[in-house]
């Protein structure tokens, strides 16, 4: 080897030591790195875990069987101060106007209700609580309609008896946890006979914290909605449901989707697929084998408690609006917190919602008409629908005559049987329509998930001339057309004369 090949050779060996060295001195240093990351990361999360544990949360922070809160393009925060919305505003209607804070218990377990002057009812949450089915009288529930057909509703109502809820705490101050005064101020029974809620935190007894009394066949760690419903399958009065429900995980600031206990005895609908797609998990309390503990358990106001319902009979002065404007120039007679529920909806069936997704192309105007049709409902139902348009045929016909022969633009007349499509399909239909038609009936609440710019034509009865679906449509920006009969039959020509003219506004 001559001087020139050693050189070089001893220049390869040098650059090589060099190279090991700084990769050696490089991945040390990123492990040091790496190392610090992730005990800052869990130093972070253990003062997390504290935090809630001091505040009364999940003791145990264990949400991995929980589903997590899509992103809305209409959300907009619901942990604001609500002590300083404005009572009988659009927020305190439909959004955080549960300002009255009332703690009644505290240490072991703990209670308090957050309650609303202006919607007159209360969110209430506790810790530590233990539920006894076998205290509750009522059916089963969850059984198939065609199995319990003629069960009266009464079976199906919960009838608690004392004791059927248990909370930890201190018995020196009372044996119950509230009495009939509290009750009155802060779970009214305003215009509901049978106040189910309110029975069900009449019975709570509060149980020693030194007492072997409060034995837990299981736990259950995540946040847990109790429900009580009435009217559950009819789609109006569920989607009150619904929303109650929603409200009550925003307003107690639920970090992800909890899941639901119906506390009643009903039996399946094809509604549930929207309890089980908005929630993390739902089961019927008289399911459970022994008693059960809920680490956090929030009780949920009845339907009949929100702006949904009680603006069938009182003044609800608010127009929708985008979440976008409403964060730029805040008004109290708007809102955005109906199209942000109506978003819920639509992403719990893993339907996009982003505000900046891709157009899809244009294929036609999709106008869809929903139909009334035959169907079981519940046990005492006979499975024939009360007709609202006694020629509704005959104006599908019409709708679809005009549709086949108007070729400037192309039209899809979707015939919306919806009493036999899965939820899924009927929210698809509901959020692809860009014009929905349809007779007054429980249907068309499903407007409440429709796009904006989506346009509403209600075709009325005389004899069924509510506002139910004008409101929905109002609060939530919707543009919204009627046309009022006398009597039951729509004349073919007045639909497709009010019809053409929403269809020219459009472009055809």
């Given at each position: 080897?001559?001087?020139?090949?050693?050189?070089?050779?001893?220049?390869?060996?040098?650059?090589?030591?060099?190279?090991?060295?700084?990769?050696?001195?490089?991945?040390?240093?990123?492990?040091?790195?790496?190392?610090?990351?992730?005990?800052?990361?869990?130093?972070?999360?253990?003062?997390?875990?504290?935090?809630?544990?001091?505040?009364?949360?999940?003791?145990?922070?264990?949400?991995?069987?929980?589903?997590?809160?899509?992103?809305?393009?209409?959300?907009?925060?619901?942990?604001?101060?609500?002590?300083?919305?404005?009572?009988?505003?659009?927020?305190?209607?439909?959004?955080?106007?549960?300002?009255?804070?009332?703690?009644?218990?505290?240490?072991?377990?703990?209670?308090?209700?957050?309650?609303?002057?202006?919607?007159?009812?209360?969110?209430?949450?506790?810790?530590?609580?233990?539920?006894?089915?076998?205290?509750?009288?009522?059916?089963?529930?969850?059984?198939?309609?065609?199995?319990?057909?003629?069960?009266?509703?009464?079976?199906?109502?919960?009838?608690?008896?004392?004791?059927?809820?248990?909370?930890?705490?201190?018995?020196?101050?009372?044996?119950?946890?509230?009495?009939?005064?509290?009750?009155?101020?802060?779970?009214?029974?305003?215009?509901?006979?049978?106040?189910?809620?309110?029975?069900?935190?009449?019975?709570?007894?509060?149980?020693?914290?030194?007492?072997?009394?409060?034995?837990?066949?299981?736990?259950?760690?995540?946040?847990?909605?109790?429900?009580?419903?009435?009217?559950?399958?009819?789609?109006?009065?569920?989607?009150?449901?619904?929303?109650?429900?929603?409200?009550?995980?925003?307003?107690?600031d639920l970090p992800y989707r909890p899941h639901l206990i119906f506390v009643d005895g009903h039996s399946r609908t094809p509604l549930e697929g929207t309890w089980k797609a908005l929630f993390s998990?739902?089961?019927?309390?008289?399911?459970?084998?022994?008693?059960?503990?809920?680490?956090?358990?929030?009780?949920?106001?009845?339907?009949?408690?929100?702006?949904?319902?009680?603006?069938?009979?009182?003044?609800?002065?608010?127009?929708?609006?985008?979440?976008?404007?409403?964060?730029?120039?805040?008004?109290?007679?708007?809102?955005?917190?109906?199209?942000?529920?109506?978003?819920?909806?639509?992403?719990?069936?893993?339907?996009?919602?982003?505000?900046?997704?891709?157009?899809?192309?244009?294929?036609?105007?999709?106008?869809?008409?929903?139909?009334?049709?035959?169907?079981?409902?519940?046990?005492?139902?006979?499975?024939?629908?009360?007709?609202?348009?006694?020629?509704?045929?005959?104006?599908?016909?019409?709708?679809?005559?005009?549709?086949?022969?108007?070729?400037?633009?192309?039209?899809?007349?979707?015939?919306?049987?919806?009493?036999?499509?899965?939820?899924?399909?009927?929210?698809?239909?509901?959020?692809?329509?860009?014009?929905?038609?349809?007779?007054?009936?429980?249907?068309?609440?499903?407007?409440?998930?429709?796009?904006?710019?989506?346009?509403?034509?209600?075709?009325?009865?005389?004899?069924?001339?509510?506002?139910?679906f004008q409101l929905i449509a109002e609060w939530k920006g919707l543009e919204y057309h009627a046309i009022n009969l006398d009597g039951s039959y729509a004349h073919p020509s007045i639909v497709i004369?009010?019809?053409?003219?929403?269809?020219?506004?459009?472009?055809?």
């Amino acid at each position: 080897m001559n001087k020139t090949q050693s050189r070089l050779l001893k220049i390869v060996i040098f650059l090589f030591a060099l190279n090991s060295l700084s990769l050696c001195l490089y991945f040390s240093s990123h492990h040091h790195n790496s190392n610090s990351k992730q005990e800052e990361n869990h130093s972070s999360l253990t003062s997390n875990h504290r935090s809630q544990t001091e505040n009364n949360s999940n003791s145990n922070n264990n949400y991995f069987n929980l589903k997590p809160w899509p992103i809305l393009p209409s959300y907009l925060p619901w942990t604001q101060n609500p002590n300083k919305v404005t009572f009988r505003s659009c927020e305190a209607y439909f959004g955080n106007g549960f300002s009255r804070r009332v703690d009644v218990l505290s240490g072991g377990g703990w209670f308090r209700c957050l309650y609303s002057e202006t919607l007159r009812s209360s969110i209430c949450e506790g810790g530590s609580v233990r539920m006894v089915p076998e205290r509750i009288k009522m059916s089963r529930g969850g059984e198939r309609v065609e199995d319990v057909i003629g069960r009266g509703e009464e079976e199906e109502l919960p009838d608690f008896e004392n004791g059927a809820f248990e909370i930890l705490g201190s018995t020196a101050r009372s044996k119950w946890l509230v009495d009939e005064a509290f009750l009155d101020s802060f779970v009214p029974d305003g215009d509901v006979m049978r106040h189910t809620m309110r029975g069900l935190i009449r019975s709570i007894r509060v149980v020693d914290n030194n007492s072997k009394e409060f034995h837990c066949d299981q736990w259950i760690e995540e946040p847990t909605l109790l429900v009580t419903r009435f009217e559950y399958a009819n789609v109006f009065h569920t989607v009150t449901d619904w929303y109650s429900a929603y409200v009550a995980s925003r307003v107690t600031d639920l970090p992800y989707r909890p899941h639901l206990i119906f506390v009643d005895g009903h039996s399946r609908t094809p509604l549930e697929g929207t309890w089980k797609a908005l929630f993390s998990s739902v089961r019927y309390a008289k399911a459970f084998s022994g008693s059960v503990c809920l680490r956090h358990a929030v009780l949920v106001p009845l339907g009949y408690e929100t702006a949904l319902f009680k603006g069938l009979t009182e003044k609800i002065i608010c127009q929708g609006a985008s979440a976008h404007d409403l964060w730029q120039n805040p008004d109290d007679q708007k809102t955005a917190r109906l199209s942000e529920f109506g978003e819920m909806i639509r992403a719990a069936f893993d339907f996009p919602v982003s505000r900046h997704r891709a157009e899809k192309p244009f294929s036609g105007h999709n106008v869809l008409f929903v139909r009334r049709e035959d169907y079981l409902a519940h046990p005492r139902h006979a499975g024939k629908v009360e007709s609202r348009l006694s020629n509704e045929q005959e104006v599908f016909d019409s709708l679809q005559t005009w549709v086949s022969n108007h070729l400037e633009c192309k039209v899809n007349l979707i015939n919306g049987l919806f009493a036999h499509m899965p939820m899924k399909e009927q929210v698809r239909a509901i959020q692809d329509a860009c014009v929905i038609i349809g007779a007054h009936g429980a249907g068309l609440t499903h407007i409440v998930s429709a796009t904006p710019k989506t346009i509403i034509l209600e075709i009325i009865s005389s004899y069924f001339r509510r506002p139910h679906f004008q409101l929905i449509a109002e609060w939530k920006g919707l543009e919204y057309h009627a046309i009022n009969l006398d009597g039951s039959y729509a004349h073919p020509s007045i639909v497709i004369d009010r019809f053409s003219r929403i269809m020219k506004s459009l472009g055809c």
